[in-house]
């Protein structure tokens, strides 16, 4: 059935990053939509993002809370591409001028994820060796998990997916700490040896979940988008917790860490900020009303600013531009 908000429309052109987690999640939105609107002609174009050339630099280094969106930003607005499917962790919080966060996907698992080298099939990450060397890219991950495992090495890991786990199974690494949702989409869940409880890691902001980017005047492209993929317990979960990294003024390279949960209409919101080395940790929980998830995750942040999360970010942004 058509509806009359795409009887106008005749063709739609889709934005995508080139990796091949990217181009599965691009194309499963389009099946989506080709789904439900037979009639148009969905087109995916890809480009490459600064996050996805710049591969010997670890992430916390570049500097750029735009790596993986900026050029597919710069095509919507030149009206190259309509819009742009996104991993929602890697949409900044504050977008350019004239765009907008038009709709979130129903989420896969958002936790971290343990894989191990062979020769440690029989372990958990409690109970790996000392010195084991640990890969991750991710400061949030590296804080974490510095916390409560000191005895390991850490090292940073680049490229894509298939890179890393060459690295890994070539013995570079004893583990790595990987989104269990990446993994899953890419058809990679047997390489999960752990799923990390939240109690060790929470995750990051919308992690698991796709955020969809457009001209934020595109009513019409607005609306058969929500038609089509948009899932409102996700939605309000990754409302809320974007709302958060916003008010803590935190990139996607921060320690900053998170976990909502939905109980009828309450919804709760567990955060957490870290420092580097993972010797300072500011932790809380507050829950309010599912009906203003903006407001929770703003009230949130101001629970732990109130704490001294703000002294721990200022040393963090110092010891990063400092490199």
């Known amino acids: 059935m058509t509806s009359a908000v795409s009887s ?94 038009a709709v979130i996907s129903e989420r896969e698992n958002p936790a971290d994820a343990l894989v191990v080298h062979e020769k440690h099939k029989d372990k958990q990450i409690e109970t790996l060796p000392k010195g084991a060397v ?5 400061l949030r991950r590296l804080a974490q998990l510095r916390h409560h495992f000191p005895h390991f090495e850490f090292k940073d890991v680049r490229g894509n997916l298939n890179t890393r786990l060459a690295k890994l199974d070539s ?36 992690q698991g979940a796709l955020g969809i980017e457009c001209l934020s005047d595109n009513e019409k492209l607005i609306s058969l988008l929500k038609e089509a993929i948009e899932h409102p317990p996700t939605r309000d979960r990754c409302l809320a917790e974007r709302a958060f990294l916003r008010d803590l003024e935190g990139g996607c ?19 957490i900020v870290a420092s580097i080395d993972g010797t300072k940790r500011i932790q809380d929980t507050v829950t309010g009303s599912l009906s203003e998830p903006e ?29």
């Open 134 to 138: 640990i890969g991750t890219s991710s």
């Open 171 to 206: 013995g570079e690494y004893d583990a790595l700490i990987l989104a269990a949702a990446g993994l899953g989409r890419l058809g990679m869940s047997d390489r999960i040896h752990q799923v990390i409880p939240k109690e060790i890691s929470l995750h990051a902001v919308g």
């Open 8 to 101: 106008s429309i005749t063709t739609i052109r889709i934005g995508s990053r080139k990796s091949q987690l990217a181009l599965i999640q691009t194309y499963w939105v389009k099946e989506e939509l080709s789904k439900k609107f037979p009639n148009i002609k969905f087109e995916v174009h890809t480009m490459s993002t600064k996050g996805d050339k710049i591969l010997d630099v670890p992430l916390a280094k570049i500097g750029d809370k735009a790596l993986f969106t900026k050029e597919l930003e710069l095509g919507m607005m030149n009206r190259e591409i309509d819009f742009a499917v996104h991993s929602l962790k890697d949409l900044p919080t504050r977008l350019p001028e004239g765009l907008g966060l």
């Open 295 to 323: 407001k929770l995750g703003s009230e949130l942040a101001h629970c732990l600013r109130e704490q001294g999360a703000q002294e721990i970010l200022d040393e963090i942004f110092a010891t990063l531009e400092r490199g």
């Open 253 to 271: 390279q921060v320690p900053i860490g998170v976990n909502t949960e939905i109980n009828g209409d309450q919804l709760t919101m567990t955060g």
